[in-house]
């Protein structure tokens, strides 16, 4: 299966402008384990998960098809990187206790990399996907977010864009799953945090790249009277879809 590169142009940004995880979701994870030698954050992007299991386990790797977006992976003491793809990692058989996908598994040939987790997980090993679906502020501010998203830019998302919608309710997960608890991310953001955001997204990127203008600009006319001082920070919540499951065999 080839890479859909959809990020690698953008790092820095996607680094800078994503959202962070909760704790909460890392401290559930390690808690599902018996063993917390070894943890793969599988296409890790700028290292965020990778980052937050750091606390629970002796070694955690991120790997990821991205080059340029592991050289914006912070430095963690018990984290390394490594260029892999989702669906040959590389890793030994049996070496893994738990395994996270963030926001990523859309992008996969999931059979191919179902089967490379089954590969590397130790028996009782954990793999937990995740997905998050469009941010919420406010009532006054809601509504141009969601023309953005489902008018404006709607046309331009990769049609893997669905499966996130979809909240990974429609995904086959050959594991026995667990029912995890409810997690949201949370920031507190100024407008222009909030556009930069939106500027990551590759449905954006493809609106600019087809017709030559930034479809952000004009929502942040929009935006500006209803947020009133752009400096102004605003909690920004995304609900977060989680679905875990343990490794039998």
Request: net charge negative.
């Amino acid at each position: 299966m080839n890479f859909k590169d959809h990020f690698s142009d953008q790092a820095a940004d996607y680094a800078r402008f994503r959202p962070k995880y909760p704790p909460e979701l890392f401290s559930y994870l390690a808690s599902l384990v018996r063993v917390r030698e070894r943890a793969w954050d599988c296409a890790t992007g700028n290292g965020q998960a990778a980052i937050g299991l750091a606390k629970y386990f002796r070694e955690t790797i991120g790997t990821d098809a991205s080059a340029q977006q592991l050289k914006e992976a912070s430095p963690t003491a018990g984290v390394s990187y490594r260029v892999a793809p989702a669906e040959a990692s590389g890793l030994a058989y049996a070496s893994i206790d738990l395994i996270t996908v963030a926001q990523a598994l859309h992008w996969f040939d999931r059979d191919a990399f179902f089967s490379e987790a089954k590969r590397v997980l130790c028996p009782g090993g954990v793999i937990a996907i995740w997905a998050y679906t469009l941010l919420k502020i406010a009532p006054e501010i809601n509504p141009l977010l969601d023309h953005f998203y489902y008018e404006t830019i709607a046309p331009f998302w990769p049609p893997e864009r669905l499966i996130v919608d979809d909240r990974y309710r429609g995904i086959d997960f050959p594991f026995a799953e667990m029912l995890p608890p409810k997690f949201q991310l949370e920031e507190h953001w100024d407008l222009d945090q909030l556009l930069g955001y939106m500027r990551t997204w590759s449905a954006t990127r493809r609106f600019i790249s087809t017709r030559g203008l930034d479809p952000v600009s004009e929502l942040e006319r929009d935006l500006l009277p209803k947020w009133g001082n752009r400096e102004e920070k605003r909690v920004v919540l995304w609900p977060l879809h989680l679905r875990v499951g343990l490794h039998s065999e």
